[in-house]
């Protein structure tokens, strides 16, 4: 457990919120696109990335000079170094306890500065970047066409250079979790690499929240929405006395439809068997 002496909020993650998170997706126009251009035959491959432990990992010292690039002026810059500077941590196990350490890298998680100090850390990720590049606090895809050789090594070409990033920026990407989602019947399947390491290949990945399947579908996610709606409600069934409209409605707008409205712009089902599992839902 890691105990924090500075008085400003410590532990957690920035949450990211229905409307942001529907504004990213319909925003990343440049990822659906390709998701088009693979319903008509070709090639797409979309790699997710992962920065290994990436809140915690952002140098102060690249900040800061990040920061004075940025043209902001000296007295911000001061106040940010101030705010970041004199923190100190320690290790408790089972009441023994470590010697303080000083910390040269992280941003607060739980803060409202945090992520955007660590949004303008990475904003320079996709400088010299031929391919898709989409940027979600520190969810990040790497996309483009891969129906040639060519098309297929500006991607590897791309990871190269995201590699070289994370070493002058030194933020590491955690290259275990970072996966390859091949789209396209024509797909060839590539393996790609960062530095000396394969990626792994993935038949979906969950992207903000939405399951996203190497066949575009969308019916893992409409099993997924259903699912968690179809407990939700059972819940309000098993404990809620009350079934009269004036209650459940409520309810039922409050914590179910949430469920089934979450960025549908981007999964809403194809299949009629789809659309009559979240029909059921709502019935």
């Given at each position: 457990?890691?105990?924090?002496?500075?008085?400003?909020?410590?532990?957690?993650?920035?949450?990211?919120?229905?409307?942001?998170?529907?504004?990213?997706?319909?925003?990343?126009?440049?990822?659906s696109r390709h998701m088009a251009t693979s319903y008509k035959g070709e090639?797409?491959?979309?790699?997710?990335?992962?920065?290994?432990?990436?809140?915690?990992?952002?140098?102060?010292?690249?900040?800061?000079?990040?920061?004075g690039k940025y043209n902001l002026d000296r007295a911000t810059i001061r106040?940010?170094?101030?705010?970041?500077?004199?923190?100190?941590?320690?290790?408790?196990?089972?009441?023994?306890?470590?010697?303080?350490?000083?910390?040269?890298?992280?941003?607060?998680?739980?803060?409202?500065?945090?992520?955007?100090?660590?949004?303008?850390?990475?904003?320079?990720?996709?400088?010299?970047?031929?391919?898709?590049?989409?940027?979600?606090?520190?969810?990040?895809?790497?996309?483009?066409?891969?129906?040639?050789?060519?098309?297929?090594?500006?991607?590897?070409?791309?990871?190269?250079?995201?590699?070289?990033?994370?070493?002058?920026?030194?933020?590491?990407?955690?290259?275990?979790?970072?996966?390859?989602?091949?789209?396209?019947?024509?797909?060839?399947?590539?393996?790609?690499?960062?530095?000396?390491?394969?990626?792994?290949?993935?038949?979906?990945?969950?992207?903000?929240?939405?399951?996203?399947?190497?066949?575009?579908?969308?019916?893992?996610?409409?099993?997924?929405?259903?699912?968690?709606?179809?407990?939700?409600?059972?819940?309000?069934?098993?404990?809620?006395?009350?079934?009269?409209r004036e209650v459940i409605l409520p309810l039922y707008s409050a914590l179910?439809?949430?469920?089934?409205?979450?960025?549908?712009?981007?999964?809403?089902?194809?299949?009629?068997?789809?659309?009559?599992?979240?029909?059921?839902?709502?019935?």
């Amino acid at each position: 457990m890691a105990q924090g002496r500075h008085g400003l909020p410590g532990e957690g993650v920035q949450s990211k919120d229905c409307s942001s998170c529907n504004h990213s997706k319909m925003a990343g126009r440049g990822q659906s696109r390709h998701m088009a251009t693979s319903y008509k035959g070709e090639a797409v491959d979309v790699i997710y990335l992962d920065f290994s432990k990436a809140f915690d990992t952002v140098s102060h010292d690249i900040l800061i000079d990040k920061l004075g690039k940025y043209n902001l002026d000296r007295a911000t810059i001061r106040w940010v170094h101030n705010w970041l500077d004199n923190r100190s941590q320690r290790v408790v196990v089972n009441g023994s306890k470590s010697c303080w350490k000083g910390i040269t890298s992280g941003v607060p998680q739980g803060s409202v500065l945090g992520p955007v100090l660590f949004n303008i850390f990475i904003n320079d990720v996709d400088i010299g970047i031929e391919s898709t590049l989409i940027k979600f606090a520190d969810d990040t895809k790497l996309g483009g066409v891969a129906t040639s050789l060519e098309d297929r090594d500006i991607i590897q070409n791309d990871l190269s250079k995201l590699e070289k990033w994370s070493e002058v920026n030194r933020m590491r990407f955690n290259k275990e979790k970072c996966k390859v989602l091949h789209l396209g019947r024509n797909n060839q399947f590539h393996t790609y690499k960062m530095g000396s390491d394969c990626l792994g290949r993935s038949m979906a990945e969950r992207d903000l929240g939405v399951i996203v399947d190497h066949k575009l579908n969308m019916s893992q996610q409409c099993d997924a929405v259903a699912k968690k709606a179809n407990m939700i409600l059972g819940c309000i069934n098993r404990c809620v006395v009350s079934k009269t409209r004036e209650v459940i409605l409520p309810l039922y707008s409050a914590l179910v439809r949430p469920q089934l409205e979450y960025c549908v712009q981007f999964w809403a089902p194809h299949f009629k068997k789809d659309v009559e599992k979240l029909e059921r839902v709502q019935r």
